[in-house]
């Protein structure tokens, strides 16, 4: 299945660490990508490739996969990370799927 | 400075057709592709499809097969979606992505409302 669940709600107590997944067959052979979004804004790029961020992203924001299972850790939530994440990846066709979406709480 | 702006809101009535552009600059057109998704009220993401400024080469999610079109102007550096025979559960936002590392630059986004 070219489906990517993710957790529809997850919180995390400021400064602390939380982890975002994201769960599907074609992360077994491509990385996702991920963006956050804020409401009424456009979603926002926040990690790709293997382990990327773009310019401007902090470095709280990394990424990492194993077997089926892609994730999102933010190390030392703020209160600016409260916010809707969205994994993406392709599959064989060349098709994209985003998750569900996890909307992070920062307690 | 890349920039990526789309047009203006849109009410269309059922069965109607609605076109959303999707303008660049700051960077080479044809050397990026150029995704499209959408996000109905309350709702997640949805990816509908790619197209390749470069050659014109299209690929698109199967439930849009039908009834969209992706089209892109390299001489105003400027990308289209069209979708026909709309319905009430077409309304929503629809965004244009370039595709870099990831889809780096996204426009504003373009609201259409679907209603009799």
């Known amino acids: 299945s070219s489906e990517l669940t993710q957790d529809p709600a997850v919180s995390v107590a400021l400064g602390q660490t939380v982890r975002i997944t994201c769960r599907g067959d074609?992360?077994?052979?491509?990385?996702p990508s991920w963006y956050q979004q804020k409401p009424g804004q456009a979603p926002e790029l926040v990690v790709y490739g293997a382990n990327f961020r773009p310019s401007g992203i902090p470095d709280r924001f990394s990424a990492s996969t194993s077997g089926g299972e892609g994730s999102l850790t933010i190390t030392g939530a703020q209160a600016d990370d409260e916010a809707d994440y969205y994994c993406?990846?392709?599959?064989?066709?060349?098709?994209?799927?985003f998750g569900g979406g996890t909307h992070l709480t920062v307690l | 400075q890349v920039q990526v702006m789309q047009s203006g809101a849109e009410v269309k009535k059922p069965g109607a057709s609605v076109k959303v552009s999707c303008k660049t600059s700051?960077?080479?057109?044809?050397?990026?592709?150029i995704h499209w998704v959408r996000q109905a009220p309350g709702q997640g993401l949805e990816w509908m499809g790619w197209i390749s400024p470069y050659n014109g080469n299209t690929n698109y999610a199967q439930k849009f097969q039908v009834r969209v079109t992706m089209t892109t102007d390299t001489s105003t550096s400027t990308a289209y979606l069209e979708v026909t025979s709309l319905r009430a559960d077409d309304t929503a936002v629809y965004y244009c992505?370039?595709?870099?590392?990831?889809?780096?630059?996204w426009g504003q986004g373009t609201l259409v409302i679907v209603s009799a």
């Open positions: 992505a370039r595709d870099g590392a990831g889809y780096d630059y």
């Open positions: 700051g960077y080479t057109f044809t050397d990026y592709g």
């Open positions: 074609s992360v077994r052979f491509f990385s």
């Open positions: 993406n990846s392709r599959d064989n066709s060349g098709n994209y799927h």
